[in-house]
Protein backbone atom coordinates (compact mmCIF):
# COMPACT_ATOMS: atom_id res chain seq x y z
CA UNK A 1 0.00 0.00 0.00
CA UNK A 2 1.01 3.70 -0.73
CA UNK A 3 -0.71 6.75 0.26
CA UNK A 4 0.34 9.85 -1.50
CA UNK A 5 -0.55 13.74 -0.75
CA UNK A 6 -0.32 16.21 -3.15
CA UNK A 7 0.27 20.34 -2.20
CA UNK A 8 0.75 23.34 -4.25
CA UNK A 9 -1.83 23.68 -6.92
CA UNK A 10 -3.36 26.65 -6.98
CA UNK A 11 -4.28 29.64 -9.59
CA UNK A 12 -1.35 31.31 -11.00
CA UNK A 13 -0.98 33.69 -14.67
CA UNK A 14 -0.18 32.86 -17.77
CA UNK A 15 3.80 32.71 -17.77
CA UNK A 16 3.73 31.72 -14.15
CA UNK A 17 5.33 29.05 -12.33
CA UNK A 18 4.21 26.49 -9.73
CA UNK A 19 6.12 23.77 -7.70
CA UNK A 20 3.51 20.37 -7.25
CA UNK A 21 4.70 18.07 -3.88
CA UNK A 22 3.55 14.87 -3.44
CA UNK A 23 4.82 13.16 -0.40
CA UNK A 24 5.03 9.34 -0.10
CA UNK A 25 3.77 6.87 2.56
CA UNK A 26 6.94 4.84 2.02
CA UNK A 27 10.58 5.06 0.75
CA UNK A 28 10.05 5.99 -3.02
CA UNK A 29 12.97 4.26 -4.36
CA UNK A 30 11.25 0.83 -3.55
CA UNK A 31 8.07 2.58 -6.11
CA UNK A 32 9.06 1.50 -9.85
CA UNK A 33 7.50 4.37 -10.92
CA UNK A 34 6.08 8.02 -9.81
CA UNK A 35 4.08 10.17 -12.26
CA UNK A 36 2.11 13.60 -12.14
CA UNK A 37 -1.17 13.15 -14.14
CA UNK A 38 -3.83 15.63 -15.13
CA UNK A 39 -7.51 15.51 -15.83
CA UNK A 40 -8.89 18.55 -17.18
CA UNK A 41 -12.94 19.02 -17.25
CA UNK A 42 -14.51 16.97 -19.79
CA UNK A 43 -11.12 15.13 -21.11
CA UNK A 44 -9.52 11.94 -20.06
CA UNK A 45 -7.08 11.42 -17.97
CA UNK A 46 -2.84 12.00 -19.30
CA UNK A 47 -0.08 11.25 -17.79
CA UNK A 48 2.32 14.56 -17.35
CA UNK A 49 5.53 13.36 -16.63
CA UNK A 50 7.06 10.35 -14.60
CA UNK A 51 10.43 9.19 -12.84
CA UNK A 52 11.60 5.90 -12.72
CA UNK A 53 13.12 3.95 -9.55
CA UNK A 54 16.41 4.02 -11.59
CA UNK A 55 16.13 7.68 -12.70
CA UNK A 56 14.59 7.57 -16.22
CA UNK A 57 12.32 10.39 -16.85
CA UNK A 58 9.28 11.24 -19.63
CA UNK A 59 7.43 13.85 -20.46
CA UNK A 60 4.15 14.83 -22.00
CA UNK A 61 4.85 16.89 -25.89
CA UNK A 62 2.38 19.69 -24.64
CA UNK A 63 4.66 19.93 -21.57
CA UNK A 64 8.51 19.04 -22.47
CA UNK A 65 11.04 21.79 -21.89
CA UNK A 66 8.34 23.59 -19.71
CA UNK A 67 7.72 20.93 -16.49
CA UNK A 68 10.29 19.22 -15.09
CA UNK A 69 9.81 15.97 -12.20
CA UNK A 70 12.27 15.22 -9.40
CA UNK A 71 12.35 13.30 -6.10
CA UNK A 72 13.82 13.61 -3.02
CA UNK A 73 14.25 10.06 -1.46
CA UNK A 74 15.63 11.42 1.94
CA UNK A 75 12.22 13.09 2.05
CA UNK A 76 10.04 10.30 -0.02
CA UNK A 77 8.60 12.95 -2.25
CA UNK A 78 8.25 13.67 -5.84
CA UNK A 79 7.68 17.11 -7.21
CA UNK A 80 7.03 18.51 -10.55
CA UNK A 81 8.43 21.86 -10.97
CA UNK A 82 6.29 23.95 -13.85
CA UNK A 83 6.95 26.82 -15.65
CA UNK A 84 6.12 29.14 -18.20
CA UNK A 85 2.00 27.64 -17.30
CA UNK A 86 -0.43 27.99 -20.05
CA UNK A 87 -4.17 28.47 -19.52
CA UNK A 88 -4.65 25.13 -21.21
CA UNK A 89 -2.19 23.58 -18.30
CA UNK A 90 -5.35 24.41 -15.96
CA UNK A 91 -6.61 20.89 -14.48
CA UNK A 92 -6.20 18.45 -11.35
CA UNK A 93 -3.06 17.10 -10.97
CA UNK A 94 -2.47 13.57 -9.95
CA UNK A 95 0.10 11.99 -8.45
CA UNK A 96 0.68 7.99 -8.97
CA UNK A 97 2.79 5.32 -7.73
CA UNK A 98 2.89 2.37 -9.83
CA UNK A 99 4.51 -0.57 -8.21
CA UNK A 100 5.38 -3.67 -10.30
CA UNK A 101 4.95 -7.52 -9.21
CA UNK A 102 3.20 -10.24 -11.74
CA UNK A 103 0.97 -7.51 -12.21
CA UNK A 104 1.02 -3.56 -11.88
CA UNK A 105 -0.30 -1.72 -9.47
CA UNK A 106 -1.48 2.15 -9.11
CA UNK A 107 -1.70 4.08 -6.75
CA UNK A 108 -3.37 7.33 -6.56
CA UNK A 109 -3.44 10.96 -4.24
CA UNK A 110 -6.49 13.03 -3.98
CA UNK A 111 -5.68 15.50 -6.64
CA UNK A 112 -4.61 19.46 -6.89
CA UNK A 113 -5.82 22.12 -8.76
CA UNK A 114 -3.98 24.26 -11.03
CA UNK A 115 -5.78 27.11 -12.55
CA UNK A 116 -3.66 29.33 -15.36
CA UNK A 117 -5.64 32.64 -16.11
CA UNK A 118 -5.51 36.10 -16.28
Known amino acids: QVQLVESGGGLVQPGGSLRLSCAAS????????MGWYRQAPGKQRELVAA???????NYSDSVKDRFTISRDNTKNTVYLQMNSLKPEDTAVYYCNARVLTTVAYDYWGQGTQVTVSS
Open 51 to 57: ITSGGSR
Open 26 to 33: RMIFTIDR
